[in-house]
Nanobody
Framework: QLQLVESGGGLVQSGGSLRLSCVAS????????IKWFRQAPGKEREGVSC????????NYGDSVKGRFTISRDNAKNTVYLQMNSLKPEDTAVYYC????????????????????WGQGTQVTVSA
């Protein structure tokens, strides 16, 4: 069974840091572009960051550039999202998703479908 599991969320004060993990089971992440999404209550889903299968290419949403870093360890079948200088507006459920059908280019485009999703992890940033 193909599965993605996120972890690492929690409650942190503004300015703090968290590192999210996305672990795959049932398939090898090496061949997949991975994207982190987030969704806050009452807001549309937002693409946060994505990373190519090799890890050599990354892309970030404007709201997180310079604060978040995506990385991957294919040996551990895991992708990470290091989040620094967190703000209350970063509060959301964060999801990872995997896609091996389309090239890395356009990975953050809204509406691009990702066939495999995790269940999400809650990140709450207090003021």
């Amino acid at each position: 069974q193909l599965q993605l599991v996120e972890s690492g969320g929690g409650l942190v004060q503004s300015g703090g840091s968290l590192r999210l993990s996305c672990v795959a089971s049932g398939f090898i992440l090496d061949y997949y572009t991975i994207k982190w999404f987030r969704q806050a209550p009452g807001k549309e889903r937002e693409g946060v960051s994505c990373i190519s299968s090799s890890g050599t290419k990354t892309n970030y949403g404007d709201s997180v550039k310079g604060r978040f870093t995506i990385s991957r360890d294919n040996a551990k079948n895991t992708v990470y999202l290091q989040m620094n200088s967190l703000k209350p507006e970063d509060t959301a459920v964060y999801y990872c998703a995997a896609d091996n059908r389309k090239p890395f280019v356009g990975c953050l485009v809204n509406g691009r479908e990702y066939p495999y999703w995790g269940q999400g992890t809650q990140v709450t940033v207090s003021a």
